[in-house]
C-alpha cells in the first residue's frame, strides 16, 4: 500500500502562483510514475499533468500547458505542480496518483484526499 500526501493548496486570485506538493510513503517512490488529477464542482476528474518514474517524460492536458510544471524529487519521494498564472477555471480539488503506468486515466494506483484550489476572479 502507498500512502499518498497532497498539500499547498488554497486561495489565489487570478493571475496568481501556487505549488503543490505531492508526498508519498512509499520507499520505491523511483518506481512510480506520478500524476495530478483535478475535479471541479459538478464535473468529473480530468487528467492535468503526468512525471514519469525517471522524470524524463512529462504530459499536460491542452488547458495548462505552458502555466503548469510537474515534477519530481526522488530523494525527497514527492513530486510537485507548479501553478503559475492561475485562473478561476482552475478551481477545483487537485488529486495526486501514483501508478506503474503513466497515469493519464482517471483510475487505477494510489490516489491521496485531495487539496482545494480555489482561484478568485
Known amino acids: 500500500q502507498v500512502q499518498v500526501v497532497e498539500s499547498g493548496g488554497g486561495l489565489v486570485q487570478a493571475g496568481g502562483s501556487l505549488r503543490l506538493s505531492c508526498a508519498t510513503s512509499?520507499?520505491?517512490?523511483?518506481?512510480?510514475?506520478m500524476g495530478w488529477f483535478r475535479q471541479a464542482p459538478g464535473k468529473e476528474r480530468e487528467f492535468v499533468a503526468a512525471i514519469s518514474w525517471s522524470g524524463s517524460t512529462t504530459n499536460y492536458a491542452d488547458s495548462v500547458k505552458a502555466r503548469f510544471t510537474i515534477s519530481r524529487a526522488n530523494a525527497e519521494n514527492t513530486v510537485y505542480l507548479q501553478m503559475n498564472s492561475l485562473k478561476p477555471e482552475d478551481t477545483a480539488v487537485y488529486y495526486c496518483?501514483?501508478?506503474?503506468?503513466?497515469?493519464?486515466?482517471?483510475?487505477?494506483?494510489?490516489w491521496g484526499q485531495g487539496t482545494q484550489v480555489t482561484v478568485s476572479s
Open positions: 496518483n501514483a501508478r506503474t503506468t503513466m497515469p493519464y486515466s482517471d483510475s487505477g494506483g494510489y
Open positions: 512509499t520507499l520505491t517512490f523511483r518506481r512510480y510514475n
